[in-house]
């Protein structure tokens, strides 16, 4: 896995990390079991990833990503980037509140979903720290007071780098206005294109976008030109799905969930499949 990129500018980062989601089954589905969960991480790190995606709330029935992580990983190693998220639905039960009553985006709940990932990842400093703005989707509300709050909470030395979550373009534009923006994380993968002009906005400045549901989420991709594309290749379909987002743009990072060993494996053995123009013709 020899593709990197500079996150935040001096973050140097395997192209190809994890997100850490699927271990807690947040917010209610499927999860490894705890031997396996610690598996896939150490397995991940020993394989080249230096980038996991991860926040406090992912946690559901006393299992915690944050938790796992530490319990599997601490004492990090030196180059390991922990990119976490705070915002709308940072507290548990907001999720079953309207959204008016979610607390995740005042000052006081900012504040305690950073402390809280600092406290379970075992940290003195958050690496990057993406406010997530829409709870359901993005939505066209201004980022700037929440953001502003992580700002100072980053003057206070307890965050390296910003980033913006399930955010619409003119969000992310305003975000560059309020503070440097490290990486923008929204959903995107071969299937689900809306954001192209977000990603080409953030290629052209130098910003991460890091796709969620690179793999299709809670609804794996399927497609005939997909699996004829695999065939090709004698790869699989998510194996695809990941090289497609590698190609489409270099500021991509790759951040799939998985909670098997051997999806793992194959996921990051998708830097070695190339698409060639014949296939990215297909893919369309
Ligand atoms: N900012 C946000 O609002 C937001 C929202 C959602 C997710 N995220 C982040 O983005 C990360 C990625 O999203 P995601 O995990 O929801 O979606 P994903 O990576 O697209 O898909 C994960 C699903 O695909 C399966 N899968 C993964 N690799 C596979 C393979 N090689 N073959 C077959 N199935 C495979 C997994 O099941 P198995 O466990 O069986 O492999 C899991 O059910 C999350 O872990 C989280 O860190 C952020």
């Known amino acids: 896995m020899t593709e990197r990129w500079a996150l935040g500018g001096d973050l140097d980062v395997a192209r190809i990390g994890y997100g850490a989601m699927r271990l807690s089954g947040w917010p209610g589905g ?34 915690s990503a944050n938790e796992l992580i530490r319990e599997a990983l601490h004492p990090y190693p030196d180059d390991l980037v922990i990119v ?24 006081d709940g900012l504040r305690r979903a950073v402390e809280a990932n600092l406290r379970t990842l075992g940290l003195d400093r958050l690496d990057v720290v993406n406010l997530r703005m829409g709870v359901l989707g993005p939505s066209d509300e201004s980022l700037a007071a929440p953001l502003e709050t ?68 809670y609804q794996p991709l399927t497609a005939d030109h997909l699996n004829a594309v695999a065939a090709r290749h004698g790869a699989t379909v998510p194996q695809v799905a990941l090289a497609w987002l590698l190609a489409r ?14 999806h793992l494996e194959e996921n990051i053995a998708a830097a070695g499949l190339h698409l060639t123009p014949e296939d990215l013709a297909e893919l369309g």
Request: proline share 9%; aromatic share 4%.
């Open 84 to 107: 976490t998220k705070v915002g709308a639905l940072v507290e548990g039960p907001d999720i079953h509140r309207p959204a008016e009553e979610h607390t995740g985006l005042t000052p």
């Open 249 to 262: 743009s270099p500021n991509i990072l790759l951040i799939p969930g998985t909670g098997s060993p051997a």
């Open 150 to 217: 992580l700002c100072a909470l980053r003057d206070e030395g307890l965050i390296r780098h910003l980033g913006v979550s399930n955010v619409t373009a003119a969000q992310v534009a305003e975000a560059r206005r309020t503070a440097p923006i490290a990486c923008v994380q929204n959903q995107y993968n071969v299937a689900q294109r809306d954001d192209d002009p977000v990603v080409d906005a953030c290629a052209e400045a130098g910003i991460a976008y890091v796709p969620f549901f690179p793999v299709g989420g």
């Open 30 to 63: 499927p999860r490894p079991d705890r031997y396996t969960a610690l598996a896939v991480l150490n397995r991940a790190v020993e394989l080249g990833v230096n980038h996991i995606d991860t926040s406090n709330y992912y946690s559901h029935d006393g299992v």
